[in-house]
């Protein structure tokens, strides 16, 4: 009787509980608005791409489906990845998240957010990181510009946007692949850097391709020299990548989106199956048109593995940063 008895009180249990998941699930995504946070300012490339999708996002979830944007600026979208991973683990709270920032940060500093603790949901674009000049530059190869830098014959300054940005990791990984000592010039943006580059401030700049679509065709004439990334863009042929001219370095600028890993899988399943619908959707493909050269979906599952696959370098970049600051 005592075992019958308790059979039925854990029978009784479990329905219970499953009585008060169930609402939420089945409720899930119309009986609220869905946050999709991003980490950085309203008006930057990461908050437009996120603008443009967010109306075809919904509309592949459900009819009842509501997006809102919200912003959360600060540290490398650090405080944008904490936020999400402290909300509910219910899918209202969805990440647009930045690499190599989320998972290079970590890395180099305390960071109030853990980046294993993601469940990607899918990669949006992947944007070329560059390494811009100005059309008059002497130098014409990445190869060249290493060699003259390790030779003493030129002390080279180079724009980049920070330590955990595209940019700022494409320089380091550079510097210690290649051996050469550039001058690093931070800055808060690519809109800053730009204009140092224009009038002659820095030599030369990192930035992504979305920031210089048509180098030839700005006011002062620029000139991509190198893209590093794994394999030359569609958009760039004629340009070649870090790796043709010698030196191991991919870093790519994607976005994408991302829930905490405690999110339920049939939510996380529904997201990405929204997502891919509206990447596809012929009215957002007209929308984003400025992004049309950069889309480049995965899902979450793929875009996990370009993740882990850059682990390696990363930490040992990190290492190196650590060791240098040490020392000094």
Not at 275 to 302: H, M, N, T
């Amino acid at each position: 009787m005592a075992i019958a008895f308790h059979r039925g009180a854990l029978r009784a249990a479990i329905l219970t509980v499953a009585g008060f998941c169930s609402p939420a699930l089945a409720a899930w995504p119309g009986d609220k608005p869905i946050e999709l946070v991003v980490g950085f300012a309203a008006g930057g490339e990461t908050d437009v791409l996120a603008r443009t999708l967010a109306p075809y996002l919904q509309k592949h979830l459900s009819g009842a489906a509501n997006l809102i944007i919200v912003n959360k600026p600060g540290a490398s979208g650090a405080i944008a990845n904490a936020y999400v991973q402290r909300a509910a683990k219910d899918g209202y709270t969805v990440a647009m998240v930045n690499t190599p920032p989320m998972n290079f940060m970590p890395l180099v500093q305390s960071t109030p957010y853990d980046p294993d603790k993601f469940a990607l949901i899918g990669r949006v674009v992947s944007d070329p990181t560059l390494l811009v000049v100005r059309a008059d530059s002497p130098y014409t190869s990445l190869k060249d510009l290493v060699a003259a830098v390790k030779a003493g014959r030129a002390n080279v300054s180079i724009g980049q946007n920070g330590l955990g940005s595209n940019g700022g990791v494409a320089l380091s990984i550079l510097t210690q692949e290649s051996g050469a000592a550039f001058t690093e010039v931070p800055f808060t943006g690519t809109g800053q850097s730009k204009i140092a580059l224009i009038g002659g401030h820095v030599d030369m700049i990192f930035s992504s391709h979305t920031a210089v679509p048509n180098p030839a065709a700005e006011q002062t004439k620029l000139r991509v020299l190198a893209q590093f990334v794994d394999k030359r863009a569609p958009m760039l042929p004629d340009v070649p990548t870090a790796k043709e001219e010698g030196f191991d370095v991919v870093v790519p600028s994607d976005r994408g989106l991302a829930v905490d890993k405690d999110v339920p899988p049939e939510i996380r399943d529904r997201l990405q199956a929204a997502l891919e619908a509206a990447l596809k959707d012929p009215e957002f493909l007209v929308a984003a048109q400025s992004f049309s050269a950069i889309l480049a979906y995965k899902p979450g599952s793929a875009w996990q593995q370009d993740i882990d696959a850059a682990k390696a370098p990363l930490a040992k970049l990190a290492a190196s940063l650590k060791q240098r600051a040490a020392g000094r």
